[in-house]
């Protein structure tokens, strides 16, 4: 291959090309010369290949030096390189690294080509190169990496230096690196445990100390394995397990609740009283269906295991009027995740809408005759009614001191004057 350093002051200088080496093996009669010939073309074929991809690689490198394009230079001198070392493209990747202000790595590469051309006898590169070399020389920055004597694990310490382990003999030894920031990292075991960042400039001379790592802690004690359980032991601790996660809370403790609800409310209702001018008595019947809206609580105490008793109560609005309940109420912690409850209500309920009204009506021009019509904006309320309700709650999520659950708490009215059904939807958060 072809090679020269890319400098219009520079002779280009023509690498030798050692021919193929033909096979030792010898073999006898004309199988023996058609199997060599064979042999000898594939190697040709492939040794050419890898000589025309470096080669490719070199020229396109040159040219991007003539152009002054280092940095697209230097990966293809460097690629061709590994695909066949030479001392033409490596006094080549020197010249580039310095014209990239890489002096350490120009100054290792022209070592290494002083070297190559005094051993092949190359008087004019040699002398290239030892000249590069002096000029270079004062401007390298170099870099010791001191560890601390003794420590713990001392024998098991690795420094780093920009990600790449440092070999224990170039410990406490001046290394020449690249001006910049460089990273000295040092690892106990495998764990970075220190690390600093160094800028180094030309001419620069910096000492790292690497502290020693921290005294490894004691592991802690560990139990010692259990003797294989047998499938019935396993299943008595699993249960076991799971009767802790379900036990109940201490007894005696306050519980406390507070939550909204919505949902349907479907009222009838009848009264009775004097007509309109004291004409008769006249019967009213209103029947309303409702969107109510409100809010629910609970205030108690839990006497039993997994049993909450104590007072409930529910207010809201609707549709035609509002509603109120209050009573005794029982609630029974199933599991971990549900809760089912009762309570007796009592309370009274108000509607106003278009009743229907009969009975004799004087406005009808009758004292005594028997009317039937509507009568809109009649007020028929239930008054005093009694109630049973149904509580059917899932929880949703713990929280602080408590959780929130959904809940659906079904109730049934029974009042002086009529009936109500009540299929409310909410959520409520419990302190217990």
Known sequence: MTSGVASPNIQRLEDNVNPLRPSRRTLSGPLSGVLLGASALLSVRQVAAEESAAERLFREGRALLVEQRFAEACPKLEESLRLEPSLGTTLNLAFCHERLGNVATAWVGFQEALTTARTAGDAAREAFARSRLDALEPRVPWLRVRAAAGGAGADQLTILIDGAALDPVAWDKELPV?????????????????????????????????????????????????????????????????????????????????????????????????????????????????????????????????????????????????????????????GERF???????????????????????????????????????????????????AELGMKLMDGPAGALFLQTTPLLLVGWRGVGLSLPLGAAYRWD
């Open 178 to 334: 690249d001006p910049g920031d460089h990273v000295v990292a040092a690892a106990h075991l495998g764990e970075i445990f220190w690390q600093t960042t160094v800028a180094m400039r030309e001419s620069q001379r910096v000492d790292v100390d690497v502290p020693a790592a921290a005294p490894a802690e004691p592991a802690p004690a560990t139990a010692p394995e259990p003797a294989q359980q047998t499938a019935a032991q396993r299943d008595g601790a699993r249960e076991e397990a799971s009767a802790r996660s379900a036990e109940p809370r201490a007894t005696g403790g306050l519980v406390y609740e507070a939550g909204v609800i919505a949902g349907y409310l479907w009222l009838e209702a009848n009264k009775q009283e004097g007509c309109s001018g004291g004409a008769g008595s006249c019967d009213y019947d209103l029947s309303t269906d409702n969107l109510v809206v409100g809010a629910t609580g609970f205030v108690g105490a839990t006497p039993l295991e997994r049993l909450d008793l104590g007072l409930r109560f529910l207010a809201g609005i609707h549709s035609h009027g509002a509603l109120i309940a209050l009573g005794p109420s029982a609630s029974y912690r199933s």
């Open 339 to 389: 809760r089912l409850g009762t309570t007796l209500s009592f309370g009274a309920v108000t509607q106003t809408g278009d009743a229907w009204m009969s009975g004799g009506d004087p406005w009808n021009g009758s004292s005594s005759g028997y009317v039937e019509t509507i009568r809109p904006g009649t007020s028929v309320p239930l008054e005093f009614t009694v109630g049973l309700s």
